[in-house]
């Protein structure tokens, strides 16, 4: 029988023992930090991210352990998989050899040696030095990146303690002259270095520089959860605890409710603990950033800003009010309670605290305003398209929403054009302020049934207030009036009774008009005993698919878009003819119908029913470019930058369309508008009007 390969493990290394108590050192310190940075998000409003812990782990493990969402975007992304792959495999393999030299373990002999912990970890090391390399070369060259000094150090540090494992191995292999060093090529390579040095020169090299590399590793573990690199820790937390409420749903506000004292956010202690934990989850790896119409259009917004600056103010503010609390609970009958639940508003502690005058300065400091620009504020457009690219499934939105909220609801602060249309909902039901009386004058020479004329009819259909009211989006309700009768679908409308949905109100902070809104909207359909609606608008979808079940409004709702390809499928509606030169149809996804109901096939299969060629703009499907008009910015002024809708019109635009198909009202306006401001001849259509106007041909 030949050799058994193995080697001898801690070679030249004497008093290993001292690892050990260095080791719980620097343990103890990445504790003290982490303790610190718990105590930050602590001063936030509880709120349950336990629940379904099977499907919370399911996701950790997929897109944090596996980094299947990081790996999405190739490059960067796969970048990082190969350093955290590298990382594991390294770690695996210290704790091994230690397991060996410590327990007797008989690990580092025979194939397990040869394959795994020569072969596999020189590769993995090679891996890890080139990833660092490619990281740092990067944030040299993206000055979009924003890079600190922290990071450089961060990387520096890694690439060091890297390299300097392949040294050690390089001496080791001269130094014992290694009979299975083949299966270390790296190291191998290293060795070569070495040729010719004495035993003695290679001796004393080795034992310094293992603990060079040892004090090293110690202390990046020590600084871990103060650098960074704590995100190794908080993104798979953040991943677990993402919400698994419906997408887009927004926290509930009971406006019934006679102790409501607030509503929103106007500091961070009123924002909840994720929120705050978010803050510091958030690894800056700029996806946010650069999917981000506002920002990609000249706003005053960057998704990663809002998170970055939040976390600068929770460093700062968060150490104050958490002492305040603790200070606070430990007063309540006399009980010294190291962990507390956050009140429900730290605003009684600071007025009543004796602070420096450091201190005051630092909680008198509003939210929005001296934290968030309120310009950044109101940019937003609510799309989603931040939280559905962040690897870490950080939570954008809402905190928009809230701080929307509470400075429209608390402070009256919000754009002057945005009294109009809140005025305009709350007397006349819809934004433009239109009679509520002329609601159903679109459907003159339709033949249109209401409810009172058909109560046992099996669909609501609701227009919604650009389908009963805007001009250009009456065609597509007549357009898909026709549709339903031609398949033969029993529906009826609710007429003047209906209302505007309330989307546009809630999602720029107005919760009072919005529960005035929907709750009439829910007493009119629950009387009505309507069960199913059909809708044109992904707003209204929103609203009343996901929005109204908090009020107790629950309704199956179905967009036109399901329902036309459904009626396709099903032949009640006969395909086009097949057209020898089918005209090449832009679809937009709109954000949200995409990204929030994750509706993308059907409008296609409707254009494609209707004999259009289906083309895609580079920014389609989940990563869709938003039009510009959700969260409210349908009815606000857009002044900084370029026009979101008309940044759209020119992705249509280089696909070279011959139409471009929607399945939004305000898409279909904020795009047809674009295409004007580029003087396009390239007409935008609904796609119920593609599909009903393909049988006049």
């Known amino acids: 029988m030949g050799e058994v390969p193995t080697r001898e493990v801690l070679w030249n290394v004497s008093a290993h023992w001292i690892i050990y108590p260095l080791f719980l050192l620097a343990l103890g310190c990445a504790v003290f930090f982490f ?23 399911a996701g950790m493990v997929r897109d944090a352990l596996l980094q299947v969402k990081v790996a999405e975007r190739r490059g960067p992304g796969l970048v990082h998989v190969a350093m ?57 060259a993206n000055k979009s990146l924003d890079s600190k000094p ?3 150090v961060v990387l520096g540090l890694l690439l060091t303690i890297g ?29 070569q270095l070495f040729v010719g040095w004495s035993a003695g020169q290679i001796s004393a090299l080795h034992q310094g520089l293992w603990y060079f590399h040892m004090v090293l590793a110690f202390g990046l573990i020590a600084w871990w959860t103060y650098s960074k690199l704590v995100h190794v820790l908080l993104v798979p937390r953040a991943v677990y605890s993402r919400s698994l409420a419906p997408k887009g749903e927004l926290p509930f506000i009971d406006m019934e409710d006679e102790g409501l004292l607030t509503m929103g956010a106007g500091t961070l202690e009123e924002l909840t603990w994720k929120d705050l934990f978010d803050t510091q989850a958030c690894i800056r790896c700029n996806r946010c950033q650069e999917a981000c119409p506002a920002f990609a259009c000249g706003k005053p917004l960057s998704p990663k800003a809002l998170m970055q600056d939040l976390g600068a103010e929770l460093q700062q503010r968060g150490s104050i009010i958490y002492r305040l609390q603790h200070e606070a609970a430990k007063d309540v009958d006399g009980a010294d ?40 504020l109101w940019s937003c457009t609510t799309c989603g398209a931040c939280m559905e690219v962040c690897p870490a499934r950080l939570e954008h939105v809402p905190k928009i929403v809230k701080m929307r909220t509470y400075q429209v609801s608390m402070e ?22 239109l009679g509520w009386q002329t609601r159903t004058k679109w459907t003159e020479g339709l033949d249109v049934p209401t409810l009172a004329d058909n109560p046992d009819a099996e669909y609501l259909y609701w227009p919604g207030c650009s389908g009963a009211f805007d001009t250009r989006n009456r065609k597509v309700s007549a357009a898909l009036v026709r549709l339903l009768k031609e398949a033969n679908v029993s529906f009826a409308i609710l007429g003047n009774d209906e209302k505007c949905c309330g989307d ?15 709750s009439e909207n829910i007493a009119t359909l629950d009387a009505c005993g309507v069960k199913k609606i059909i809708v044109q608008c992904p707003h209204c979808y929103q609203a009343l698919a996901r929005d109204y079940p908090q009020l107790g409004g629950h309704y199956e709702v179905i967009h036109h878009s399901a329902l036309l390809a459904q009626l396709v499928a099903e032949g009640r509606l006969p395909r086009a003819a097949e057209r020898s030169a089918a005209e090449r149809v832009c679809v937009h996804d709109s954000c949200y119908l995409g990204r929030y109901q994750d509706v993308y096939d059907e409008p296609r299969a409707v254009v494609r029913a209707a004999g259009g060629a289906v083309v895609e ?26 026009r979101v809708n008309v940044a759209r019109a020119q992705q249509a635009l280089a696909a070279s369309p011959d139409m471009v198909a929607t399945a939004c009202p305000f898409c279909l306006t904020m795009l047809s508008d674009g295409m004007v401001s580029e003087d396009a001849d390239v007409p935008v259509r609904d796609i119920a009007e593609i599909l009903a106007g393909a049988y006049d041909e």
Request: hydrophobic letters at 50%; aromatic letters at 10%.
């Open 337 to 376: 309670r190291a962990a507390i639940d956050a009140p429900a508003t730290a605003a009684d502690l600071v007025a009543a605290a004796d602070l420096t005058d450091a201190e005051r300065a630092v909680v008198d400091r509003t939210l929005v305003g001296d934290v968030v620009a309120p310009e950044a």
């Open 617 to 642: 703009m580079e920014r389609h499907g989940a990563h869709s470019f938003c039009c510009g008009a959700g969260g409210g910015r349908m009815w606000l002024e857009e002044d900084a930058g370029e």
């Open 412 to 433: 009256s602060a919000f754009p002057s054009e945005a009294q109009a249309t809140f005025r305009n909902m709350e007397n006349n039901g819809n934004p433009w302020g």
């Open 35 to 57: 303790v610190r940075r718990w105590r930050l998000w602590k001063i936030g409003q509880p709120e349950n991210r336990s629940d379904h812990p099977k499907e919370r782990l």
């Open 163 to 191: 390299v300097t494992g392949f040294v050690l191995e390089g001496l080791r292999i001269a130094g014992t002259d290694d009979p299975w060093s083949a299966w270390s090529p790296v190291g191998d390579l290293f060795a």
């Open 504 to 518: 546009s109100a809630r999602r720029m902070g107005n919760e009072f008009v919005y529960f005035m809104l929907a």
């Open 84 to 140: 955290y792959t590298a990382m594991i495999i390294l770690l695996v393999a210290t704790v091994t050899v230690a397991a060996q030299a410590d327990l007797g373990l008989p690990f580092v002999q025979g194939d397990f040696y040869l394959y795994f912990l020569s072969l596999t970890v020189d590769i993995a090391g090679a891996a890890f030095c080139i990833a660092m390399v490619a990281c740092i070369v990067r944030r040299l």
């Open 150 to 152: 922290e990071d450089f």
